[in-house]
Every structure is written in structure tokens, then in C-alpha cells.
């Protein structure tokens, strides 16, 4: 999640890096309504993407297609033999590094977590999403392209009720040292997250607390960029980490500054940390009804939690 150099982008498309979409939240009977949907919903026609994967560096093509009710949102690796699907929930998870990955039998695709937050931060339950290669684009570091792609291809709703969400009776968390998620009983879906820099004063300490609608996420968390550190940089890369990043699509932040400003929102980093956590959680199906709270937590974090709430519900 760190660059320091350029990087073209792979695909010209001025679409691929769209701002956000006008009119997005001109009613509150449009797919972009300010309460989470209580229908299932897809896409009303397919749309494609494609850029430069963040760690492997290889450009990719993304086709979102509509897909029945009940289907969830899942992966097909057309590349590959036979197409293989891989669904996009907690039992495709695989370990890996810096990013999410989703693993069923020989057929991984990494770097999900942006394009996940989208389609469930905008409310899309039943989605196929085809990818020629093994990593998502990473656009330009935000979920923003992708909250431009879906509207472009539009949001249908589907004659099938929203799987119920998972609400929490009392209180859940994951902890390691200082890092933690806690999910709280809430009569809403609400995320609180906070970061803690001392060493780096462009970030320092920052909060974001934000309640789930399509809307506000269309406006006020897909547009938060991927950050990282440059002190880092060259230590990633000879792991075989962010081969494709660039200052074009992750911010990137010294202990003199922000080495690519200006920032989109002057927390941007923390709003960013809430976009992976949806995108994350995305893999419950839905988000949970609860008050989720995370201090200086990563993927694996996210992921635990998220083991963590299924377990509740036993």
C-alpha cells in the first residue's frame, strides 16, 4: 500500500478513474438512498475496468455482471481452465500480506477488499465479477472508480428480501496490544475507527465515525485513497509487495509530510481504514447491525472479527 515512484496506468480509459457520479443521492427512493436497501439488489447491465494490480503489477480486466438473486457476489477467474468461481466469503480466505485474498482450490484473486467495499458500502448483493488474471486493479487507490462503474451500469432491485444481518446481542471483540475491533449491540450499522502516527505528524491521531447508507458511502468513504510510508518502500518491494504502486494511486507519507498531497479529506488515511474494514466484513454477506469500533487493526483483524460475529451467532 506504499509508492513512491509513477506508474502509467495501464488503461487510458478516462472512465477507469471517473469521479464520482452526479445526482448519486437525489432521492431517497434511488438505488444511492440514505437507508440500506431491504431488497437484494444487482446490476442492471455488466460494466468493465481494468489498471494495474498493487502487488503483482500486472494489469488485469474486471467485467461486473448482473446475477440472480441468493448468488452473493462472486469471483470467476476467466483466465483460467474451466473458469473457476470463487466466492466471496469467509470460507475463501486466505492469509496473505498487505492486502485480502480469496482462494478456492488452485483459483486466488487478491486485492479484493476496494471493489467488495463498493458493492456492498452501495448496497449490490448478487454481483459475478470476471477477472482475467490474479489481482483486482487497484484503480486509483480509493473505491471510487468502482462507485463510478456501478453507476454507470446501474442498480437493480431483485424480488428477494436481504439476508438478514448478523446483530450482536452483547458486545464482541479481537485484540492485539494496543490494536483491537469491538462490535457493540446498535440499532444501526456504525463503524468508529482510529489511527495513531506519533512519528508521523502528517497523520498523528484521527478518528472517523460514520453511520452506513449508500449514500454517505458513495460520498464521504469510496473516495479515501490507500496510503503507506515511505520508509517502507524499498523493504516491500524486494518482498514482491506493491510492484504496482504508484504515486498515482496510494498516498504516500514521510516523517517530513505527505510526499503526494493534497489529501481528498483531511483524515483521509482513517476513512480510508474504514473502507477496507467494509470491504473486509463484505465477506459476512452483509454488514453486521452493530457498532464496530477498530484501533490500528489490519486485515487479519478485520477477518477475525469477522469469525468472531458468525461464532456469535452459534
Partial sequence: MIATQTHPQADPDPNTLAPLPTGLTSSASDPWARQPPSQQQTLKTEVCRSGVGLHHGQTTQVRLKPAPPHQGRQFVRVDLPHCPPIAADLTTIHPTLLSTELVAGDAAVRTVEHLLAALVGLGVSNVTIEVDGGEIPLLDGSAQGWVAAIAEAGIQTQEAAVTPAIVLSEPISVQDGDSFVVGLPARETRFTYGLDFPDLPAIGNQWHSWVWTPATFAESIAPARTFGFAEQVESLRAQGLIQGGSLENALVC???????????????????????????????????????LAHRAGHQMHLEFAQRAIAAQT
Fill in 254 to 292: 514521510s516523517r517530513e509530510g505527505w510526499v503526494n498531497p493534497p489529501l481528498r479529506f483531511e483524515n483521509e488515511p482513517v476513512r480510508h481504514k474504514l473502507l477496507d474494514l467494509l470491504g473486509d466484513l463484505s465477506l459476512l454477506g452483509s454488514l453486521p447491525r452493530a457498532h464496530i
